[in-house]
């Protein structure tokens, strides 16, 4: 799949770039992906750089034209499609090099004039820099606009909320409800994103509207926290279909959100924990609750929605747990054991999502040294294994989290007490598949204090 594929471009659209951190890098690498084919118009609202800045020493493939009315600029582009693919157009340039935003009211006249051509129009300005907060009037998209892409760069999370890293940082304050200088969030960029997606809503009312997460890694940054980082805001804006990548990467696309497949994932934190007087899940470890450390691995997996079952001292761990993108389910039954957990969060997903969920995978509250990787690897091989019930192994020993198909909810639903899944896979030892992983995690949990002292004291 390519940008134009994943961003769902077609011929005749209208696409309006808003945001901050990779718009007009985005702009120019879709342009020229459209123009191997078909005819691309580059223009904007507000001001971009004339292409020579951009691309120095003439290496940009298209032509270039200044046109003052909509007249001249119609028979200007008649002429250089004759020989080139891709036109960028101002309607002036300015003594920095920026060419001039073009009229509103030119968009659909161009539409008219040529049909099958797609538009790309920055329509949105963030003073270079990674996300951006919004005046009123912003961004200036125009009404004929099909298709409007959110852009943000991940390069912004951690860093603290300042001029040097937002455009605008007191308008983001202000709507978060934090300081300057703070440290920025997944929520916090989902939402500075969420914003400028209503206010583009409001100026062309019947286009789509997607996101696109910037992966341009900062100084020191992993490439896989940066994708992790990269699902955590996804999930923050769901419904939003959104494309994780980097234009200026050889192979820009890295994923889309949400994901095709429906494997959810359900962590398990309604026990007593008797053991550890009932406080098991909320102890602290790395500044976190362990069930928090817990439910992050899930999240930062290609899982699609991640559930919480909650019971014991529920409202608690949902405090825990707060402003994490999750849904809890309340068991009740908690003190009926752990197969009454799974009876719960089967019911819910029935009920919410019912044919369309693929699978769950089942992990618990008290592994909080489990992988994201772990969890996607165990993914991809239910995905290849029809009908499987798939689990991990460390060096020969089975553990969780454990995925089920949705053809044995029927009888998830059915246990009771402290069997759990186990249960179910001892019927259907012939569908099991066990799948050989690196990370001890999925073979150790906290059931007494001497397993917390040896988390807490990094102790084999």
Not at 186 to 215: D, F, M, Y
Not at 377 to 388: C, D, N, P
Request: aromatic share 4%; proline share 5%.
């Amino acid at each position: 799949m390519n940008i134009s594929e994943s961003l769902r471009v077609k011929s005749g659209d209208v696409v309006a770039f808003i945001g901050a951190g990779g718009k007009t890098t985005l702009m120019f690498r879709l342009g020229r992906e459209i123009a191997s084919h078909g005819k691309v118009l580059i223009t904007t609202t507000t001001k971009i750089y004339h292409p020579s800045v951009i691309f120095p020493g003439d290496t940009f493939p298209g032509a270039t034209v200044l046109a003052a009315t909509i007249e001249d600029a119609v028979a200007e582009l008649r002429g250089r499609w004759q020989e080139q693919n891709i036109v960028v157009l101002g309607a002036g340039q300015d003594q920095e090099q920026k060419l001039l935003g073009i009229p509103s009211l030119w968009f659909s006249l161009l539409q008219s004039a040529f049909p099958h051509c797609v538009i790309l129009v920055e329509a949105d300005g963030a003073a270079g820099r990674l996300l951006k907060g919004y005046l009123p009037h912003e961004p200036v998209v125009p009404t004929a606009t099909t298709l409007v892409i959110s852009v943000a760069s991940l390069a912004a999370l951690r860093k603290p909320l300042d001029a040097s890293v937002v455009h605008r940082p007191e308008i983001v304050a202000e709507s978060a409800g934090i300081a300057l200088g703070d440290l920025l969030t997944p929520k916090i960029v989902a939402q500075a994103v969420e914003k400028g997606v209503q206010l583009a809503q409001g100026q062309a009312p019947s286009a789509l509207h997607l996101v696109w997460l910037n992966t341009g890694l900062a100084h020191g940054q992993a490439a896989g926290a940066s994708l992790t980082d990269a699902r955590m805001v996804a999930r923050y804006l769901a419904p939003h279909r959104v494309v994780i990548g980097q234009a200026t990467a050889c192979r820009p696309l890295q994923e889309v959100w949400p994901p095709e497949h429906a494997v959810l994932g359900v962590v398990l934190a309604a026990g007593m924990s008797r053991r550890l007087n009932g406080e098991k899940l909320l102890l602290a470890w790395q500044g976190k609750s362990l069930v928090r450390h817990s439910v992050e691995a899930l999240l930062g997996s290609r899982l699609d929605k991640v559930l919480v079952v909650v019971g014991h001292r529920g409202e608690e761990v949902q405090d825990s747990l707060a402003d994490l993108p999750v849904e809890v389910v309340d068991n009740k039954d908690y003190r009926a054991g752990i197969g009454l957990s799974v009876r719960a969060a089967v019911t819910h997903v029935e009920q919410g999502i019912g044919t369309q969920c693929r699978g769950i995978l089942f992990a618990l509250g008290d592994q909080p040294s489990l992988r994201g990787s772990t969890v996607d690897a165990l993914l991809g091989q239910f995905l290849a294994r029809e009908g499987a019930i798939v689990y991990p192994l460390f060096e020969g020993k089975r553990g969780n989290p454990v995925i089920f198909p949705s053809d044995l909810y029927g009888e998830l639903r059915l246990l009771q007490g402290d069997t759990g899944g186990q249960e179910v896979m001892s019927r259907h030892k012939e569908r099991l598949y066990g799948v050989a992983v690196e990370d001890n995690a999925v073979i150790e949990d906290i059931d007494c204090r001497e397993d917390y002292l040896k988390l807490v004291e990094n102790r084999p």
